[in-house]
């Protein structure tokens, strides 16, 4: 990618802004980001039960391991236990049942998956004795983002000690604005643990993000493990600085969990140094490192050879592949390379063509839709 | 305390070089930090069971979260599944079995409390099938240590996926050199979030620190509720940046559990002008807000109201009642605080001693051990 620090960041929110006036807005409590396609709010103030119970009929484990996730955000200070007291005083508090509906069972996690929702919040039917706030969805997509609104409404009044949901009643329509939004996490130029790769996917779903574009590997190391080719994390800053396949499989289900797609990126062929630490042949020569060697079937047979350990690990349909910086001063100066492209009769510029479409053509083999960035789209 | 930015680290190792080359060892896996008091280490290669189980005929709390807490940091990679197959292969790892046993049942966690202990990881015994690791502490906080000790010894091999310990047999008896190994955080200036607060005593214990020295309140905020008087908080940065005495009690057993005792700070007179949006009587006047009034009765009231609250919080036997960087010219140019002084035939330095004494006393007349910053020692 363009620069050695970037940690690209790209972010789509849904905002909308209808008809509401943002200065009164924003004077206003409570907040939500981004701000849903269509709502309207009212004038009650609701307490929210800690002891918010799910009323959901459907079997995913992502809806249920969300609704703990979220109820312990919104109860992260310890509020007024109930106590036995409670039973006798009747229910005390406004909202107490969270229900839950998801139309269909389908939890495959595609590109343009649908995440809307409704979500309605209501002061207590005067008919009924217990206190009910709905989301509505299509897919367990959509409840995880409505999850995310409601926790965003409930807010922790510290004088009483309880959780509040102000504004209500509150009904809100939302879906996004943009099927693709996300943040780039380059693993290449700077290790991150597992465990701190997970903290950043829980804060993009904070934020509605939906895609973690994973830049694994670059020309400083090569952190993932690749069965297929198994010398090319040596290519790592330390062997302490890796990924196993079965990390990156964490990753994906940690992130399957969230709404948010996993796409890889190996970026080719300029920034691919590492490669060669464990395949010193992808090198043009032990003295000019890079780009690949273009000229050697080994270097495609390597790309490939990634390519289908990636789509084993990775069900996100786009994989990416770089494409940019390529500086192709490497491939003239070294002699079997430059002999290479005089035998194919092509400049260093038909040569780069050539590698950008045939890596492309694997992703395509891999049924998967390879993405490039905008540098190296080819006239 | 002495300068705005300050996270004032205090850290005593336990080092002790003994006869061992640094030279070599710093070469050489796995590393122990701090070195312990004694140990001896061998030449051979134990891995240790994914399913590795604890042995422990206690019952305290404190030992079973913490192996659960370090078998989870263990094994925080994936490691190769056992399997069925595994059952018909008999046990394959060398140390399947962690024993802890503590002497004493009591759980106090006082200043001085003894966290010595023994860590043997030996080969597997011929005569038995059942790899064993042996933890031995006189209480659980030397339990928690000497888990610590082993989880450094455990390390991720990339190339084979099971955790290995280097370097077997281990033989370690170790001890604190020092009985405070402290850390400040002071969220006076910076309000910092429970669960920031929980993730800094988590690396403490992982450093085998055992004091936080929470520097609370300062002039800018107070963010801690004390109910003896309610509107202190509202010298709080915000309605947000708070913590409530649950909060606080949270944090308490939360530090309880890795062995870290909680040192609560409140810095009188001079860094406390955030106490005055409360209760402006405490400010010599509204032009001229710190130090404390020392010439009103309600500025005792509150500091023995707000020693008696922290007592009921934290059991740590030392409270920091600061004392540094005290400007008196409030006092001076206040005329009724100037009267006082001269009703006492006091100077202004009189009148700090003054105040500072009779804070220590209230400290030790709630049975508190007090401390004060070096630069408030009267002599």
Chains 1, 2 share one sequence.
Not at 70 to 90: C, Q
Not at 162 to 180: G, L
Not at 288 to 306: A, H, M, Q, R
Not at 344 to 351: G, Q, S, V
């Amino acid at each position: 990618t363009a620069t050695p620090a970037a940690a690209f960041f790209l972010l789509l929110t849904t905002a909308t802004l209808l008809s509401i006036s943002i200065a009164s807005y924003a004077d206003s409590l409570p907040y939500i980001w981004p701000l849903p396609a269509f709502f309207t709010s009212g004038n009650a103030t609701l307490s929210v039960d800690p002891d918010l119970s799910l009323s959901y009929s459907g079997n995913s484990a992502i809806v249920y391991d969300a609704f703990q996730r979220y109820k312990s955000l919104i109860f992260k200070h310890a509020t007024r236990a109930p106590g036995p007291s409670r039973l006798l005083r009747g229910p005390s508090f406004d909202v107490s049942v969270l229900q839950i509906v998801v139309n269909s069972t389908n939890e495959e996690l595609q590109f343009g998956v649908d995440e809307s929702y409704t979500l309605r919040i209501d002061k207590r039917d005067s008919g009924s004795i217990v206190g009910a706030a709905t989301i509505e969805a299509k897919t367990v997509y959509g409840a995880l983002r409505a999850l995310e609104t409601f926790s965003q409404l409930c807010t922790f009044d510290y004088g009483l000690k309880t959780v509040q949901i102000y504004k209500a009643s509150w009904y809100i329509q939302d879906e996004p604005r943009f099927a693709y939004r996300g943040l780039l996490l380059d693993t290449g130029r700077h290790y991150l643990p597992v465990d701190v790769i997970k903290q950043i996917i829980d804060s993009m779903s904070y934020a509605k993000l939906n895609v973690l574009h994973w830049h694994i590997v670059d020309e400083q190391s090569f952190p993932l493990e690749t069965p297929t080719y198994p010398y090319l994390w040596k290519g790592a800053f330390s062997k302490w600085e890796r990924y196993t396949v079965e990390d990156a499989y964490d990753i994906v289900n940690f992130a399957k969990k969230r709404g948010v797609h996993v796409m890889p990126e190996i970026d080719v062929p300029g920034h691919a140094e590492s490669w060669g630490v464990g395949y010193p042949d992808l090198w043009p020569s032990s003295s000019c490192k890079e780009p690949l060697d273009v000229s050697k079937n080994v270097t495609f047979d390597v790309i490939s050879g990634i390519l289908s350990d990636l789509k084993r690990i990775f069900p996100f349909e786009l994989v990416h592949l770089g494409g940019d910086e390529v500086n192709t001063d490497c491939w003239e100066s070294t002699p079997h390379v430059k002999q290479w492209l005089k035998d194919h009769n092509m400049t260093p510029k038909d040569a780069y063509q050539y590698f950008v479409l045939r890596a492309q053509e694997m992703a395509i083999s891999n049924n998967r839709i390879p993405v490039n960035w905008y540098v190296s789209s080819l006239k």
